[in-house]
């Protein structure tokens, strides 16, 4: 409990020093209403957009794999992620007696696709299950952009 509590005090902390930023740079700071559906979905994706290097994924198995080195890792227990989600972003690799992930954060296939193509480039990816889902996720892009198309 400590640890999230100190993990939550370190985000605020975080997000003031980005307010004084942008307001010795004359940036407006536009957000969301904490209330709106798009609120924290977007705040996962600034998160995704940054961190897209530093990806695990959960196989069949239920254990997860770092997306490019193939990593097996587990979710530090003190992470506030408790359920098993399919992809997941993390700020720290701790190699203990177990390879642990911390500072971990949900995100989804569809969005690193869309976000980093030059990385999940397909062709120098490892073959496996993250690749699979990735190609999944690629067709899904590809299509949707040909609707879009179509639309306009």
């Known amino acids: 409990m400590k640890q999230k509590l100190r993990s939550i005090l370190s985000a605020l902390n975080v997000r ?73 972003l993390f700020e720290e690799f701790a190699l203990t007696t177990k390879n642990f992930i911390r500072t971990v954060s949900v995100t989804q296939v569809d969005w690193l696709v869309e976000i980093a193509p030059h990385y999940f480039d397909l062709e120098n990816f490892p073959k496996g299950e993250a690749k699979d889902a990735l190609e999944i996720a690629y067709r899904k892009l590809v299509s949707a952009r040909r609707a879009d198309r179509r639309i306009r």
């Open 16 to 88: 003031r020093q980005l307010s004084g930023i942008m307001a010795n740079l004359d940036i407006t700071l536009v957000g969301n209403d904490i209330k709106s559906s798009s609120y924290y979905p977007n705040i996962r994706l600034a998160l995704t957009a940054g961190m897209f290097m530093q990806v695990a994924f959960k196989q069949s198995t239920g254990k997860y794999l770092t997306a490019k080195d193939s990593q097996q890792v587990e979710i530090h227990p003190s992470s506030v992620v408790i359920s098993k989600p399919d992809w997941v």
